[in-house]
Antibody
Framework: QVQLVESGGGVVQPGRSLRLSCAAS????????MHWVRQAPGKGLEWVAV????????YYADSVKGRFTISRDNSKNTVYLQMSSLRAEDTAVYYC???????????????WGQGTLVTVSS | EIVLTQSPDFQSVTPKEKVTITCRAS??????LHWYQQKPGQSPKLLIK???QSISGVPSRFSGSGSGTDFTLTINSLETEDAATYYC?????????FGQGTKVEIK
């Protein structure tokens, strides 16, 4: 079955960078777009970014645009989130997620990782 | 950006009661509206897709309806295991967005 395993979270100072990884298995990774969704402590879900199945296109929430970069390596079945200029308000659990449909991104998300906690604090 | 507004924010319900949660979109999204359930400490789980389509393995007491801008998630005969926060989500137009969530508590 589909498995998504995030890693790379931790405590980081404001203004610094961090890279999250998500290792995927159980499906043909290169056929699916991939998302990052985050959840601040005690708050709701916030969609962060998406990358198309072939890596040719990306899209970001306004709150992270210009600071975060999503990328993927289809040979390693892994998607990344490079986070720069981190702020306290970026503190959240970051989920890697995959949609149910191939190739396009306008499909409901049906698989989620367990999440990795990023804490931005001095 | 399409804003999704859920109501209510919180609902305290006795078992076997019916629960109705609404989600209103700031502009028409057709049927590209999905519902998720999230229990404390867990990742979200897809409950209903495309406004009203059921998901394999999800109990039949969960149903969805609506199109355009107004959507409803209904839980018939609430069970104690349904205590969770419920989110609507649109993927009609980038950026994707979620509603603020509705927490359902069991009395």
């Amino acid at each position: 079955q589909v498995q998504l395993v995030e890693s790379g979270g931790g405590v980081v100072q404001p203004g610094r960078s961090l890279r999250l990884s998500c290792a995927a298995s159980g499906f043909t990774f290169s056929d699916y777009g991939m998302h990052w969704v985050r959840q601040a402590p005690g708050k709701g879900l916030e969609w962060v970014a998406v990358i198309w199945y072939d890596g040719r296109h990306e899209y970001y929430a306004d709150s992270v645009k210009g600071r975060f970069t999503i990328s993927r390596d289809n040979s390693k079945n892994t998607v990344y989130l490079q986070m720069s200029s981190l702020r306290a308000e970026d503190t959240a659990v970051y989920y890697c997620a995959s949609p149910e449909g191939k190739f396009g991104v306008a499909h409901p998300i049906d698989s989620w990782g367990q999440g990795t906690l990023v804490t931005v604090s001095s | 950006e399409i804003v999704l507004t859920q109501s209510p924010d919180f609902q305290s319900v006795t078992p076997k009661e019916k629960v109705t949660i609404t989600c209103r979109a700031s502009q028409s999204i057709g049927s590209s509206l999905h519902w998720y359930q999230q229990k404390p400490g867990q990742s979200p789980k897809l409950l209903i897709k495309y406004a009203s389509q059921s998901i394999s393995g999800v109990p039949s007491r969960f149903s969805g309806s609506g199109s355009g801008t107004d959507f409803t998630l209904t839980i018939n005969s609430l069970e104690t295991e349904d205590a969770a926060t419920y989110y609507c989500h649109q993927c009609s137009s980038l950026p994707w967005t979620f509603g603020q969530g509705t927490k359902v508590e069991i009395k």
